[in-house]
């Protein structure tokens, strides 16, 4: 049996694609720190004997037993109130722990996948953004921590791939969402899910008008799955072009949630990119392509889970505890 290594394996995307290599026959070593994962997105598949997983920070050295055919680097907080509490494991998992899975890579003759984000194009000034497009990033800006760790991450992959021969490929996720998503981790969809069952306003930043194209996560890991089995060695968008103001966004999940929440508007964070949307000619043309989930029916799943969740999920206010981690 080929056996492939998942980082971030307890997280919102790790867990997706632990599933989608046991179903597709592979026996899976989730790695994972559980500083923003959660245990209880992979407790289904504790009980698999495909499955192992294991408690370990790849910004430290990493090895596992035997042989390896792919490894999957999806570890990383990635939500821009994550980079803010933990700016310096943002900054280690992406860079120190990108390096140390490239020589894994390279002793076991592995392919590996590195998730690369639409942040490496900062707050665009092309749009929709191609994967030719340098970006506009501020490196010290609140978001700076993530993005340039997520640009190092591409530059030491290309330099892995050209001075060591290693085989790899570069993803470039934009918005996603689905089941899983960490219900109080700041991003824009379980904010505003959260709000409305818990009867809240909801808190749009700014005036509403930048916008976002949000990808349901099974379209995400079909293309995922895609590009690492493909030829294609340079970076490439995955993502749903499918734009929304966050302003109408706000909308949607009223109507979605039926109630009859207000909609509050606060300030815009420092450097939250005006406009976003994927350019994905690539990925048709190359991976055959494109998403299929429309965003009534992924959200209508979303809401599904997160309504599934306790009410102490619903009204912690933390979801995770860096105490430990912040020294490191
Ligand atoms: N946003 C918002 N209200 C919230 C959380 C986020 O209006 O409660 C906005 C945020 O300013 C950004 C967009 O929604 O413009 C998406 O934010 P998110 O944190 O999900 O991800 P980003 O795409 O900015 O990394």
Same mark, same amino acid.
């Given at each position: ?71 999957? *680097? ?24 990108? *390096? ?24 665009? %000034? ?26 190092? +991450? ?9 001075? *060591? ?29 959260? +709000? ?41 968008? /995955? ?13 949607? /999940? /009223?109507?979605? %949630?039926? %109630?009859? +929440? ?67």
């Amino acid at each position: 049996m080929e056996q492939v290594l998942i980082t971030g394996a307890a997280g919102f995307l790790g867990s997706h694609l632990c599933e989608r290599f046991l179903d597709e026959g592979y026996r899976v070593i989730g790695m994972d720190n559980l500083i923003t994962g959660n245990l209880t997105n992979i407790e289904h598949l504790m009980l698999n004997e495909n499955f192992v997983f294991s408690n370990h920070d790849v910004s430290d050295f990493v090895n596992v037993p035997g042989k390896l055919k792919y490894i999957l *680097h999806f570890a990383s907080p990635a939500s821009p109130i994550d980079y803010l509490k933990i700016p310096i494991q943002t900054l280690k998992v992406s860079s120190l722990g990108t *390096h140390n899975l490239l020589g894994l890579a390279k002793d076991k003759n592995a392919r590996i996948i590195v998730a690369s984000t639409s942040e490496v194009y900062g707050d665009p %000034t092309v749009h929709p953004q191609p994967e030719e497009y340098w970006g506009n990033v501020n490196p010290v800006g609140p978001r700076g921590v993530y993005d340039e760790a997520k640009r190092f +991450q591409e530059a030491i992959t290309m330099a892995y791939q050209n001075f *060591h021969d290693v085989e790899t490929r570069i993803i470039r996720i934009f918005n996603t969402y689905g089941p899983r998503m960490r219900l109080n981790d700041g991003r824009v969809l379980p904010a505003f899910i959260g +709000q409305a069952l818990r009867g809240e306003s909801l808190t749009v930043f700014g005036d509403g008008s930048q916008t976002r194209s949000f990808c349901y996560v099974d379209d995400l890991v079909e293309g995922i799955y895609r590009l690492l089995l493909s030829d294609y060695t340079l970076p490439m968008n /995955i993502g749903n072009p499918d734009e929304i103001t966050i302003g109408d966004f706000a909308e949607e /999940i /009223i109507k979605l %949630t039926d %109630t009859d +929440q207000k909609v509050i508007y606060t300030d815009l964070p420092v450097n939250d990119p005006k406009q976003r949307q994927p350019d994905i000619t690539k990925a048709r043309s190359i991976l055959d392509w494109e998403p299929k989930v429309n965003r009534a029916e992924g959200l209508k799943i979303t809401y599904e889970y997160f309504k599934s969740l306790s009410s102490d999920e619903l009204y912690k206010t933390e979801h995770n505890d860096f105490t430990d981690y912040i020294k490191k």
